[in-house]
């Protein structure tokens, strides 16, 4: 007897015809392709706004030296005296790599800052991700992504410059996202992100640990249990206390000591920085017209405001819903619904960045002093963008969201052009490269200079021509124990020796007097443009006084 045939299920659909499933494959391939070029011109556009927003200084080239020390045999950085934040963990792998790949030059100093902004714009990006219907997400995601991935001048001066700390908030945004799980292996990659970022800069207590902390005491608030505050709180106090070993093992084990701390601002210039935040932000986001911003078009900072706006209201929403959740109780007496993880440890991260803003900023500090508000814009910016794809996903209006659709597009389309503009725009100069080249020609190998005039001369040379940095003690010039090796200022056996140095902006005492004082009469001294190079016949090096840190 026949067997009745079954029936396929009513959702069953045959396998694709080969030519559907080759459409298939060219169209994935073509939309990664795509993907790709996308990213490589953001990544062009990024690395040559930096080249237009700063040039290079020592600070940023002991950093690549240290790094390339690093890579090449000195793992612990034995002889080397660090600042507090010594980027070890951080920063200064990535240049040691890049330094290897391309050798020392003035574009590694591009390239890791606009790789490590490229991480934080996208890992942001990904953050204000909200959990909605695909449209509404990206709408969030395309705010956070021009406000940090097409940053306004002086916001991308800090974030294409290292090492800022702008590394360590990529740690921190990172862990951050990973805590959202509770315990697991996701955990512990979380507390070894936090760790390295507080064993390399120690900030990321307050741009990380302490964030996690905070919104997890609000969890378990919100939630009536400590079990909810036990991930995030010992994930704080694990990275912390790693972060501590850790070092206490590298200094045992003979690796780089570090320099005292730098001064903290006094408590009575605490309440002058807190009333300059307001400025400062809207400086850093182009949201003010004394802002410094490319002169393509008077009206640009009034669309910048509107990004200013964002982060500000967003951060405002996010910091209330943070503190009604874990307070207030309904009348049932169970308690509200609790806000989002990322919500809240972004919202204490932004206020603790406030904070780090009020506590370092000494008295009358230049514009440089800003750069310590750039963690709370990273963070105001990923809060902004979810803020924008709630509003999107709970309003029905459709002429609202037409609206509010072709505002965010003018907006988007003001970063752009002014980051064209930027790149349009001749490249600053840096003095440092001429000089390097007439020091080469005049076959000047080895020599002396104050800190600023020091490292970023080896650097743009490629390390054929070694500055060291001097500073004066007691009349005489001695070594700079401060972001360098000992190593640096043992004696060697050259015929000539010269030092360096910028007469219209002297530094650390450095002079010709204090030159004369200490090597005696040059034979020679010329000036070339704004430097002046004292010469000598013979190697003095032998006559430097030992190595010495900065005064307090």
């Not at 080895?446 to 743009?460: E, K, L, N, Q």
């Not at 090597?519 to 010329?526: A, K, V």
Request: charged fraction near 10%.
């Amino acid at each position: 007897m026949p067997q009745p045939t079954k029936s396929p299920p009513a959702d069953f659909a045959p396998d694709p015809s080969p030519g559907a499933r080759r459409k298939r494959r060219l169209a994935a391939v073509a939309i990664a392709a795509v993907s790709v070029g996308l990213v490589a011109v953001w990544l062009s556009l990024l690395y040559s706004l930096s080249w237009h927003l700063f040039i290079g200084n020592s600070d940023d080239a002991n950093a690549l030296l240290a790094g390339h020390a690093l890579l090449h045999g000195n793992l612990l950085l034995r002889h080397w005296r660090m600042p507090t934040d010594n980027y070890w963990s951080i920063d200064l792998p990535w240049y040691g790599l890049f330094a290897s790949l391309i050798g020392l030059g003035a574009s590694v100093l591009h390239a890791v800052p606009t790789l490590i902004a490229a991480g934080v714009a996208a890992v942001s990006t990904g953050a204000a991700l909200a959990p909605f219907g695909a449209p509404r997400r990206w709408a969030g995601a395309l705010v956070t992504f021009a406000l940090l991935g097409l940053p306004t001048p002086l916001l991308g001066t800090f974030l294409l410059q290292g090492p800022m700390h702008i590394g360590t908030v990529l740690l921190c945004l990172a862990s951050f996202l990973l805590l959202t799980k509770g315990f697991g292996r996701r955990w512990w990659l979380a507390v070894a992100l936090l760790g390295a970022a507080v064993l390399g800069d120690p900030l990321a207590v307050a741009l990380g640990a302490g964030p996690v902390a905070g919104a997890a005491i609000v969890s378990g608030l919100t939630g009536r249990s400590y079990k909810l505050a036990l991930p995030g709180v010992t994930a704080a106090l694990t990275s912390v206390a790693a972060a501590i070993a850790g070092g206490q093992l590298l200094r045992s084990l003979g690796g780089f000591t570090t320099a005292p701390r730098l001064p903290l601002s006094p408590s009575a210039n605490w309440i002058t920085n807190v009333r300059a935040i307001p400025g400062r932000l809207s400086w850093l986001l182009g949201a003010s017209p004394h802002a410094p911003m490319p002169h393509v078009w008077a009206l640009f900072w009034v669309l910048h405001a509107v990004g200013a706006a964002t982060i500000v209201i967003g951060v405002a929403a996010a910091s209330i819903a943070l503190v009604l959740s874990a307070t207030r109780i309904r009348n049932d007496g169970t308690r509200r619904v609790p806000t989002p993880w990322i919500d809240n440890v972004l919202a204490v991260g932004f206020w603790f960045g406030l904070l780090v803003f009020i506590v370092f900023t000494l008295p009358r500090a230049d514009i440089n002093s800003t750069r310590y508000l750039v963690p709370s814009v990273v963070y105001g910016a990923i809060l902004g963008g979810r803020l924008v794809a709630r509003h999107f996903a709970l309003s029905s209006g459709r002429a609202s969201l037409v609206m509010v659709t072709l505002l965010a597009a003018l907006t988007f389309g003001s970063y752009i052009l002014v980051s064209a503009a930027i790149v349009r725009s001749a490249d600053v100069a840096n003095s440092a490269q001429p000089l390097a080249r007439w020091l080469k020609a005049s076959r000047l190998d080895v020599g002396f200079g104050p800190y600023w005039d020091a490292s970023i001369v080896t650097v743009v040379s490629h390390g054929d021509i070694k500055v060291r940095p001097v500073i004066v003690a007691n009349g005489r010039l001695h070594g700079l124990a401060y972001f360098a090796s000992s190593e640096w200022f043992r004696a060697g056996h050259h015929e000539r020796s010269f030092l360096v140095y910028e007469p219209a902006a002297p530094w650390g005492g450095v002079n010709d007097s204090t030159a004369i004082q200490t090597f005696g009469l040059p034979s020679s001294i010329i000036d070339r443009d704004r430097y002046r190079v004292l010469i000598w016949d013979k190697d003095v090096g032998s006559l430097v006084g030992q190595a010495t840190d900065l005064p307090h």
